[in-house]
């Protein structure tokens, strides 16, 4: 992990820059570099619902690193150590955690990511610290350098979210729609008052403590509308998607000319 490019995203997140977003959930490097060559901020590797295996992260952090330009950051299926040493250990420069309820879980998260004595995230000499070679530097700066992005998804979340912002160490909230959707009711319901009342005190929560926050943004024609929401930065769409719907748009126009 570059400690200095590490350091620079998490001072801009913090900072509320205007930062967007890749993601990545297929398994091969390719589609890392070409998701991260298009110019994002950073790329968020996906471990919780895609079928990635620590080494696919490792491949994928290569592919997001051989771009020369993202910053890879990893999400993890919870706040457990044990994930959460794996992908860092494999070079991410940070975590998006799912699911954190309570400050409690955001401590966890924080605790996950900290080496000691603050924390409890073990020590060795992974490719994060080219396989042990800067394992004293690494050691002595990482804990300042990596992201931790929390994620807002269910109704207790959102009643929590003052308290989760003000726990030290945590450098964001993410709210994620169609699961904040789901849990309140009105699954993919995006214009849904109660849908729209609870991201709003999420934002004005994260906002009192000087905490920003992001969305994962899945329409274009929606851009506007999240930021004027509040939103600080954007995850922008998903590899998957993006391969459908181009596929999708070439059979369409090829099928629409044969017609003709």
């Known amino acids: ?155 207790e979340a959102v009643g929590n979210a003052a308290d989760i912002a003000a726990v030290e160490g945590v450098d964001a909230l993410f709210v994620g729609p169609a699961d904040l959707s789901t849990a309140l009711g009105v699954p993919l319901d995006y214009d849904a008052d109660p849908f729209r009342a609870a991201v709003e005190r999420v934002v004005a929560a994260a906002s009192e403590a000087g905490v920003p926050t992001g969305i994962f943004v899945t329409d274009p024609d929606r851009m506007d509308e999240w930021l004027d929401l509040g939103f600080d930065f954007a995850i922008v769409g998903y590899d998957a998607a993006f391969l459908r719907s181009g596929t999708e748009e070439m059979v369409e126009a090829f099928r629409s000319a044969a017609e003709e």
């Open 1 to 155: 992990m570059d400690l200095d490019r590490a350091s620079d995203l998490r001072a801009s997140i913090r900072g509320g820059d205007a930062l967007v977003g890749g993601w990545v959930s297929i398994g091969h490097p390719a589609v890392a570099e070409i998701t991260a060559d298009a110019g994002p901020d950073f790329v968020v590797v996906d471990t919780e619902h895609g079928e990635l295996g620590i080494g696919d992260v490792a491949d994928a952090i290569r592919g997001i690193e051989a771009a020369d330009g993202a910053v890879p950051l990893a999400r993890v299926p919870a706040a457990d150590p044990v994930p959460v040493k794996r992908v860092l250990d494999a070079g991410a420069a940070g975590v998006m955690v799912p699911r954190v309820d309570t400050a409690a879980d955001a401590e966890l998260v924080v605790d996950a990511t900290t080496y000691p004595p603050d924390g409890v995230r073990g020590t060795a000499g992974a490719r994060t610290s080219r396989y042990g070679s800067d394992l004293p530097e690494h050691i002595e700066g990482a804990d300042d350098a990596l992201t931790r992005i929390v994620q807002v998804e269910t109704e």
